[in-house]
């Protein structure tokens, strides 16, 4: 059999077990058919050969939660990211101001206000420092909060006695008056108002691609990207179905709905062909808020916060309903869960529609066939729910570089007791449960060795805290580059189709620069791709 590809001299790390590796790979029709020495390889003929010159090899990294549709949208605002004081977000607005029209609208993402040395949510008062002639809206980097000048305040008619709606909340001063905050649903109104960046499609398209070939070069082969519609981040799987068509697209998108739709019915020849890059998961659906801007729920009020504990989006009984009519109608239902309030909620809402489908008649079988259910984010636990998640058929899709920013105030916000059960991936994988690696991009970035690094160090890029917070909770490189790579298709049922270098699966892999199980873990942030194929074709 002559090859498509071969790459020979490498240490092929196949992700089977821990330390297993290869030399040689050979690639046919996009499928890896051939795995073992650079002797054994000699019998294959193949015009491509790829001498690796003794560089790692793992299988193409994914990111198994993350807004596409956002970040591109983000591309057109201010990056408020590295702004570390009030001054610094405002001059970094005035200077957009300074280039916009008067009156239009002017937005600023990923704002942390505990980056910030004031420590504190900006109102609508700084924001007039920037202007009082355009509309200005600053969105938190967990885009869960957002902050409006009295412009845009006036524009989108919030004023005194301003109701939220179901779900959302809106801050007043003493006089009555919003002060500029608001979170969760009641963000939405801006969404409404404030014009698309990519409703051009030549635009979005140049911005998509853009995105895309950076991906490809930070070793990411799959997507799984989520629409969110109150935020106004309307995925189209068509986007992603036009680029594939004419050959543009570099990584594999299954796209995540937050509205009800028939799900896809494949052939087995669909399933099984390599060059099939896009495709339907799920559908979303919201339980809590966030911790960095305290509307997690919690069991127990906020540490710094006691007369708060967060919301949830609707009542449990609500809840359950929407859960089971996801599943019911045969679609995996994909569900947000931060505090354990939140995640109390989710698993009392999953096992009772197990006990529904069940009474109504549908087997254990049955069920072993249905995609597992999905818990986002998982990021406080204890030992009774992690009793009940071990009698689920769930995977845990988890975002390491979380813990980046929130270990330097997680004990102030939910207390050092509660943190304990914080970030707990050592523990959950000890459990038995399956975890996914994923960015919530763009709360944060998609480069997953930037994750990878996170699950094993438990630090910042800085070092800190010294130790790592919480070290008995670090996961080792193994485990970190395997919730990257094979875990993420357990979450699509294609874990006998992509994650690991073996005969017959997709040939979908990245060169890496140095051996991530070789350097020591504060080396693993300065690791660099080579090299990234999907389907045996390079794409960076």
Partial sequence: MKLDLLLKNGIVYTMEEEGKTVEALGVKDGKIVFAGSDQEAEQYP??????????AVIPGMADSHMHMYAYCQN??????????????????????????????????????QTKFKENRFPTKRDLDKISTVHPIVIKRCCLHAVVANTKALELAGVGAGYDG??????????????????????????????P????????????????LADMSSKGVTAIHTYAAKIWRYNEDINTYRELDETGELPVRVTVYMDELFKPEVLTEEQKTDPYRLVQFGGYKLFSDGSLGSRSAALQEPYNDDPQNS????????????KVLHAYENGLQPAIHAIGDRALDMTLTAIEETLRVMKERGMTEEEMKQRLPFRI??????????????????LVLDIQPIFLCTDARWIEDRIGSQRAKGAYAW????????????????????????????????????????????????????????????????????????????????????????????????MELKDIKVQQTYIAGKRVF
């Fill in 426 to 521: 050592k523990t959950l994988k000890e459990e038995g449960l399956i975890q996914t690696g994923g960015s919530d991009c763009p709360v944060e970035s998609f480069d997953p060795l930037a994750g990878i690094f996170a699950a094993v160090a438990r630090c910042d890029k800085d070092g800190q805290p010294i130790g790592g917070y919480g070290p008995q909770e670090k996961l080792s490189v193994y485990e970190a580059i395997e919730i990257f790579t094979k875990n993420v298709h357990y979450a699509t049922g294609q874990q006998d189709i992509l994650g690991t270098l073996e005969a017959g699966k997709f040939a979908d892999l990245v060169v890496l620069d140095q051996n991530p199980f070789t350097v020591n873990e």
């Fill in 196 to 211: 698309d960046p990519l409703s051009d499609e030549k635009e979005k398209k140049r911005i998509f691609l853009q995105v």
């Fill in 75 to 112: 591309q057109t605002s201010v990056n408020l990211e590295f702004a570390r004081s009030m001054d610094e977000m405002i001059q970094l607005m005035k200077e957009k101001a300074e280039s916009t029209p008067e009156g239009n609208w002017i937005k600023g993402v990923n704002f942390d």
């Fill in 165 to 194: 709606g179901s779900g959302g909340i809106v801050e007043f001063d003493q006089d009555g008056m919003p002060n500029g905050i608001l979170r969760e649903q009641s963000t939405k109104v801006f969404d409404e108002i404030i």
């Fill in 376 to 393: 986002i984010h998982v990021q406080m636990v204890n030992d009774e729910l992690v009793e009940r998640m071990k009698k689920l058929p």
């Fill in 46 to 55: 193949c015009d491509n050969v790829v001498n690796l010159e003794g560089k």
């Fill in 310 to 321: 967060g919301f949830v989006v609707c009542e449990q009984e609500e809840f359950n309903k």
